[in-house]
């Protein structure tokens, strides 16, 4: 287990610890008011909810927010200014949530009774969580092997490159320096699993590309930062979990009737497997419903085109609906895709994409995807040029990534399943 993930983990345990310790004395505060020990009343806050029942839910849902706000996204290097508003936050929404599911059934005789219960429970969520989390992070500050930083001047030094996952690398290359190796040297990196970081030139300070990090007071272009931020990263990872769950689930009977018209129309298996390249340049294996004939590809992989003789009618078919892509749901829950990102090649093609655009490892910086805005511009790519064209359409949409973007992507994209366009 990564240090990283033990990181999480601990956090996890610790606001699970404390989301418990808050309810069970939001339970002692309730059982107060409604004995009449507190506001000299004898029926304030009658409960019409058993008490019980949240010991569990109210922990889990407490996780859930904090996932969602993106507090365990980055528990490396953790601000203490930053843990403080995020916590401030999250308690809000905990306590408005809980006030809207639990505390308004509640049958009382005055209603800044609910503001004070609410105030409550959240003066007692934010203090607990804070002063667990604040103690833990200071722990780990004090413990934990701090996150290295370690300088490269040119692409000799990558292959020799001693680094831990988490460390942050900066690329300080001449300026006299082809390009091309740069690019070349964040290939590299991307598969170790660290921060990379770029020596700016004067046109990136000018532009606002260069940004002073946290470990360095000198400006520095880093490349593998989100432009999105970490609550919309994880939204858009809970959003592709439940979004496969429920076509998995859902989708069951079309899954098998897809399986039968593959097994039964042409020689081979009905699942197709294929060796694509993903999140941080590393390979996995996409699935489809097989839309070619057996062992198509026996020679070197062949881009397909729109009269391609490989393809079996049902697979043309499932195609123009693009329905042989519904297996990649399993990858998506699986965390190799998104359903909103690029498209993923395979190393044979980005071999010769490389050679146009070496600017294509900076993909390796989001989970690829069912859909984005390059393949609905572009569509099928059956030539080199219209992969760079979608590349160049893949970059924008990466540099301008947002939940908002995303929900407008995947409604152009319903409307070319829809229109038949998907081929």
């Keep these: 287990m990564t240090q990283r993930r033990k990181l999480q983990l601990a956090y996890v345990a610790a606001d699970f610890l404390s989301a418990e310790v808050v309810w069970l004395c939001f339970l002692l505060f309730r059982w107060l008011v409604y ?67 639990i505390i308004i059934d509640d049958q009382v005789e005055s209603y800044h009774r609910y503001v004070v219960s609410m105030g409550i429970l959240w003066l007692l969520q934010f203090s607990v969580s804070y002063a667990l989390r604040l103690l833990l992070t200071l722990h780990i500050r004090r413990h934990a092997r701090p996150a290295a930083s370690v300088t490269i001047h040119g692409e000799e030094e990558v292959k020799d490159l001693k680094v831990n996952k988490g460390d942050m690398v900066v690329v300080d290359l001449p300026a006299t320096a082809d390009e091309n190796v740069l690019y070349r040297i964040i290939q590299h990196l991307y598969p170790l699993d660290v921060e990379i970081a770029v020596v700016p030139k004067l046109y990136d300070m000018l532009t606002g590309a260069a940004k002073i990090p946290e470990l360095s007071g000198n400006p520095l272009v880093m490349i593998t930062e989100q432009h999105a931020s970490d609550s919309e990263l994880c939204i858009k990872r809970a959003f592709d979990v439940v979004t496969a769950v429920l076509v998995l689930v859902l989708l069951s009977p ?106 294509y490892c900076l993909l390796y910086k989001i989970r690829p995807g069912m859909t984005s805005w390059g393949p609905i511009r572009v569509g099928y790519t059956d030539t080199l040029q219209k992969m760079i064209d979608r590349l160049n359409y893949d970059i924008v949409y990466m540099e301008n990534m947002s939940i908002r973007l995303d929900i407008k992507i995947l409604f152009f994209t319903i409307g070319v399943i829809l229109d038949g366009k998907g081929k």
């Design 254 to 359: 079309l899954y098998a009737l897809l399986w039968v018209l593959v097994y039964s129309s042409s020689k081979g298996s009905a699942f197709y497997s294929q060796e694509r390249i993903g999140l941080h340049g590393k390979p996995f294996a996409i699935y489809k419903f097989r839309t070619m004939v057996q062992d198509a590809e026996d020679a070197m992989p062949q881009l397909s085109t729109d009269d391609d003789p490989r393809v079996t009618p049902v697979g043309r078919f499932m195609r123009k609906y693009r329905l042989d892509e519904l297996p990649q749901m399993w990858n998506i829950l699986r965390g190799d895709m998104s359903i909103v990102g690029p498209r993923p090649e395979r190393e044979f093609f980005i071999k010769q994409i490389v050679e146009q655009a070496p600017y």
């Design 35 to 101: 004995e009449g020990k507190m506001f000299s009343v004898d029926t304030v806050l009658i409960p019409a909810f058993n008490f019980y029942t949240p010991l569990i839910l109210y922990p889990i849902g407490c996780l859930i927010i904090y996932y969602l706000s993106g507090y365990y996204l980055r528990v490396q290097r953790k601000r203490l200014s930053h843990e403080l508003m995020a916590t401030f936050i999250s308690s809000i929404v905990i306590a408005l949530g809980a006030f809207f599911i």
